[in-house]
DNA sequence: TTTTCTGCAAACGATTTGCATACAC
DNA sequence: GTGTATGCAAATCGTTTGCAGAAAA
């Protein structure tokens, strides 16, 4: 299983680029901490410390996930449901992250892991001089479940 | 090369609809037309509007935009540049767009050609059930020229 | 003690909406 | 005629920013 991060990390990655440690940081990484797999926007964050009684400024929080993006700590992914949304990286920077099954009915967001993308990252560079560093990857469709509802 | 959709092909799919032909949303399909290959935002066709002196409100705009989208006839991005962006839809239902490869440095966005995900989507049945009926990838890196440029 | 952070409230920008009028059918 | 579409301006909503006080190093 992969591994993730941890408060140390953090602290190690703000000390590398003059910023500072602070107990909202941390919490804010927390949050993810301990919500694996799901993911969260900035309201959704606000509202679990809230519920943690550890309660931050949204501001705060917006700059927060920001910070924690750019350290490579987050990852932030767009659904199109009007807001963004992170998940925690895998530390391992050579694992791509996986994609994403949205189910256009109930909204559901599925995981799924595999990268069968290396062969297509390989051609790009070959035909296009582009040189792949990341990719996104949303498949839009129906989920098991809305399949079987429709069936009716 | 694929074929796009004309005007008959809208007054066709509005009337399935119960929606009306409209001079507006002639002229914002009208515009994609005449920018193949652009992703337009809805400030930009607003603007372009402008200038040809057909401008039509802003709202109506982005009305069209999503009627026009609901229909099929284009089809809506987002490139995480603030705004939603669209493009005119091929009209062969059974082909997928092409892929987008977004320069982190400079900001290009460039078209890729080639869809190898059909046994990633086969895969993705197999092992979760889900259904797959559209997917969106964009690749992120560094166009040829900035890597040239990165090289100083 | 110096610099970076936080929290608040105000600003922002893209998008949406209410409503009266205008137009397609 | 009837119902949908438009245009305008106001409202909305996620996100950003300015600034004074608070806290990390």
Redesign the interface.
């Known amino acids: 299983m992969a591994e993730t991060f941890t408060i140390t990390d953090l602290k190690l990655r703000l000390q590398e680029r003059q910023h500072k440690m602070t107990p909202q940081r941390q919490t804010v990484l927390q949050i993810f901490l301990d919500h694996p797999g799901e993911h969260l926007s900035a309201e959704d964050v606000h509202g679990l410390l809230r519920d943690k009684r550890s309660e931050i400024g949204l501001a705060t929080v917006y700059r927060s996930l920001e910070l924690l993006s750019e350290l490579g700590i987050l990852q932030k992914i767009?659904f199109?449901d009007g807001c963004s949304r992170y998940e925690v990286n895998t530390l391992d920077p050579t694992q791509h992250h996986h994609h994403h099954?949205i189910?256009?009915k109930c909204g559901k967001v599925?995981e799924?892991e595999?990268d069968?993308?290396d062969?297509?990252?390989r051609?790009?560079k070959t035909?296009?001089?582009?040189?792949?560093?990341?990719?996104?990857?949303?498949?839009?469709?129906?989920?098991?479940e809305c399949?079987a509802a429709g069936e009716n």
Chains 1, 2 share one sequence.
């Open positions: 767009e199109g099954l189910c256009t599925i799924f595999e069968l993308l062969d297509l990252e051609d790009i035909k296009t001089g582009f040189s792949v560093q990341d990719h996104q990857v949303k498949f839009f469709g129906l989920c098991k399949q």
